[in-house]
């Protein structure tokens, strides 16, 4: 790991302006993928900004009558809010699948927004990867893509989005709200929060590099039957294959996002009117213009089954 200089912040702004002042600083709260990252040089910053000590650690109702979740809660904690069981259960169950119990006790609600694919090609820095070194271009391509997308990349890269907490975030609509040095802030839709690669895959999300997320507000509670189906390797600490994220009402309405499949959590609402028609009807337009690699290819079946276990189990 490179030397690099330490400041905790004192206010969210304060943050937002030190990071815009350094061209090489980044936020830093649990640390779970940044610190990796920087032990492989992938990430070499000069300067850390510390923002645990903001006072974002909160669950808290918002005036729309849904919740407003701060930047620092830890996805432990976020999982076992009796609010989210009761109300957002698809978000409860989907933290609860990702990592281990250590990682989700330190990991905030705002970095598992914010971290890196796990493909093994943006980790190893022997092989070319246009995420971490745009223009030297994507070594997935040809090589080993068992894990990654089949549907929302491009010629320039095939990774795919690595969070759980992600997908059940798009299925319920969230937005994430942030602020920037001069004080202003806005708030991002999650369908628009997370970027699909195109020619500049090293650009993750709509963020500016200065802008700090302090929150994310979910809407009123949709109710119906709320499930989280990761299918992995192994039962614990793994990414997903490929993960579903569903909401089932009594007529058969309901909505349904896809992990593991693609550079960013995979929803179209269009496809959702065909949930009474079964998972089939839905896959069929969520994948449609899917580019699967002989490796992968499994996944557009598998995605299909996996939805239409999600529906038998949310019917019974």
Same mark, same amino acid.
């Given at each position: ?64 009558? =849904? ?43 705002? =970095?598992?927004? *914010? ?102 507000? *979910? ?38 996002? *896809?992990? =593991? ?27 449609? =213009? ?27």
């Amino acid at each position: 790991m490179k030397p690099f200089t330490y400041e905790r912040a004192q206010s969210a702004a304060q943050a937002a302006d030190a990071v815009a002042r350094n061209p090489s600083a980044k936020f830093i709260a649990g640390g779970t993928n940044l610190l990796d990252l920087m032990k492989l040089q992938i990430e070499v910053p000069t300067h850390l900004v510390d923002v645990n000590g903001l006072g974002l650690d909160k669950i808290e109702p918002s005036p729309e009558g =849904g919740l407003r979740i701060g930047a620092l809660v830890r996805n432990t904690d976020l999982a076992a809010d009796e609010r989210v069981r009761r109300d957002y259960g698809v978000l409860s169950r989907a933290l609860l699948a990702g990592a281990s119990g250590q990682l989700r006790n330190k990991a905030t609600t705002a =970095g598992n927004l *914010l971290q890196r694919t796990r493909c093994p090609y943006f980790y190893d820095t022997d092989q070319p990867c246009n995420k971490r070194k745009p223009g030297s271009g994507c070594s997935a391509m040809g090589g080993v893509s068992r894990q990654l997308a089949v549907v929302g990349a491009s010629t320039a890269c095939i990774a795919t989005n690595p969070s759980d907490m992600a997908v059940a975030m798009r299925v319920l609509d969230a937005r994430v709200e942030t602020i920037r040095p001069d004080g202003r802030t806005r708030v991002i839709p999650i369908a628009e929060f997370h970027r699909l690669p195109g020619d500049t895959p090293h650009i993750d999300t709509m963020l500016e590099r200065d802008e700090l997320i302090t929150g994310v507000t *979910l809407p009123p509670p949709v109710g119906g039957t709320q499930i989280y189906r990761k299918i992995r390797d192994r039962a614990s600490y793994a990414f997903a294959l490929v993960s579903v994220a569903v909401i089932v009402q009594r007529d058969g309405s309901g909505r349904v996002a *896809l992990g =593991g499949v693609a550079p960013k959590p995979w929803r179209l609402e269009a496809a959702e009117a065909a949930m009474p028609q079964g998972a089939k009807a839905v896959t069929a337009q969520l994948l449609a =213009g899917a580019q699967p690699t002989h490796e992968n290819a499994f996944k557009l079946p598998l995605a299909e089954r996996s939805l239409a276990a999600a529906l038998i189990q949310a019917r019974s």
